[in-house]
């Protein structure tokens, strides 16, 4: 069965810090590309993250700089690092994998398995 389970999260105040992992099973880790998107209330799920199974890393703008993607093949895991917390970073944040990367990483129907999400929610 394939599975992508978050962990992490929580609730910080404004220019605080807090990290959520994805832990993968089911599949071939190293052979996906992973994403990180949010979804706050009333709004769109969107990409915050991207990492490829060669590292390479890209970021929405609007965590440019203080967010950090990473990944450790061998505990199957990718870790999103989030500094300098905004009100406006409240959101269920989702990991994704997809198999074949494009250049649209932002864009949810490029990937094959989706997580349940994690709650951040940071106060002002």
């Known amino acids: 069965e394939v599975q992508l389970v978050e962990s992490g999260g929580g609730l910080v105040q404004a220019g605080g810090s807090l990290g959520v992992s994805c832990v993968a099973s089911g599949f071939t880790f190293n052979d996906y590309n992973i994403g990180w998107f949010r979804q706050a209330p009333g709004k769109e799920r969107e990409g915050v993250s991207f990492?490829?199974?060669?590292?390479?890393?890209y970021y929405a703008d609007s965590v440019k700089g203080r967010f950090t993607i990473s990944r450790d093949n061998a505990r199957r895991t990718t870790y999103l690092r989030m500094n300098n917390l905004k009100p406006e970073d409240t959101a269920v944040y989702y990991c994704?994998?997809?198999?074949?990367?494009?250049?649209?990483?932002?864009?949810?129907?490029?990937?094959?398995?989706w997580g349940q999400g994690a709650q951040v929610t940071v106060s002002s």
């Open positions: 990492i490829s199974t060669d590292g390479d890393t």
């Open positions: 994704a994998a997809d198999f074949w990367a494009t250049s649209e990483w932002y864009n949810e129907d490029e990937y094959d398995y």
